[in-house]
């Protein structure tokens, strides 16, 4: 797994390293389009109450390929789009169809299950596609994490809307992006955190209990030990990197 960083560094425009390349343009194009196509598939196969989830998603996703495609435009330093890259997207396609579902209010489900322990299962495929073809960027990790957000996001609003657990779940999905927030105001947060196995160990121990939270039948007292255990690692994982970009040294 890239690892799921707390910083959110700014995305640098300036780095035009990638513009004026055609063939990797045709292949973000050939394969969002394609994967478009799965998305439709996904919302719609399962009958969620009509089109609109489907367009929902759609929207979400269109506005995902809106913000990569200027990341890759900027930050990606290659002329292919790349098997990783590909990865990464399908992984957030899959997001987006999870989101329709959240959007039809279907709540814990098999399906739901399916699409995001496939989503899960992807998460080291990437890293590894972008080590063996020598594609690995700024870029790739950074999409990579925030496509684990959004997926704890969405799984988090899911089990919410209509697990017994209720909306304390969301105290695990969005730490991501309440840090993200923090650093609006506190620059000192916005730097780069040092690889660390106990983050990315946590980050997955977030994803698979968010993951088990969308099961249908699970115990009523499951779903509050799940929160509270998670909720307390990503606390203590929080509060070491917040103390540690504070002591650090400005540049």
């Not at 329709?100 to 890293?127: C, H, I, N, R």
């Not at 799940?226 to 929080?238: P, R, Y």
Request: overall charge positive; charged content about 10%; aromatic content about 10%.
């Amino acid at each position: 797994m890239t690892d799921f960083q707390h910083s959110l560094d700014p995305v640098a425009h300036g780095n035009r390293a990638s513009q004026g390349k055609p063939r990797l343009a045709a292949g973000f194009i050939a394969v969002s389009a394609g994967l478009f196509g799965g998305l439709v598939f996904l919302t719609l196969i399962p009958n969620w109450g009509g089109a609109q989830p489907t367009f929902r998603a759609a929207a979400v996703y269109l506005a995902g390929l809106h913000l990569i495609a200027r990341g890759l435009r900027y930050n990606f330093p290659y002329g292919a789009f790349g098997l990783c890259n590909t990865i990464t997207l399908t992984r957030f396609t899959l997001v987006a169809a999870l989101f329709a579902a959240t959007v039809a209010g279907v709540g814990p489900s098999w399906y739901v299950v399916a699409l995001a322990t496939l989503a899960l299962a992807l998460d080291e495929a990437d890293g590894y596609a972008a080590r063996r073809q020598e594609h690995v960027s700024a870029f790739g990790a950074r999409f990579d994490m925030e496509v684990d957000a959004a997926l704890a996001l969405v799984l988090a609003l899911n089990a919410a809307i209509s697990a017994p657990i209720g909306w304390i779940v969301l105290s695990i999905g969005l730490p991501r992006y309440v840090f993200a927030v923090a650093g609006l105001a506190l620059p000192r947060l916005q730097g780069a955190l040092p690889d660390s196995v106990v983050r990315k160990t946590i980050c997955v121990l977030q994803l698979s209990g968010l993951l088990l939270l969308q099961a249908p039948g699970l115990p009523d007292l499951a779903g509050p030990v799940i929160v509270v255990v998670i909720a307390a690692l990503l606390a203590g994982s929080f509060l070491k990197d917040i103390l540690w970009l504070h002591r650090r040294k400005p540049a």
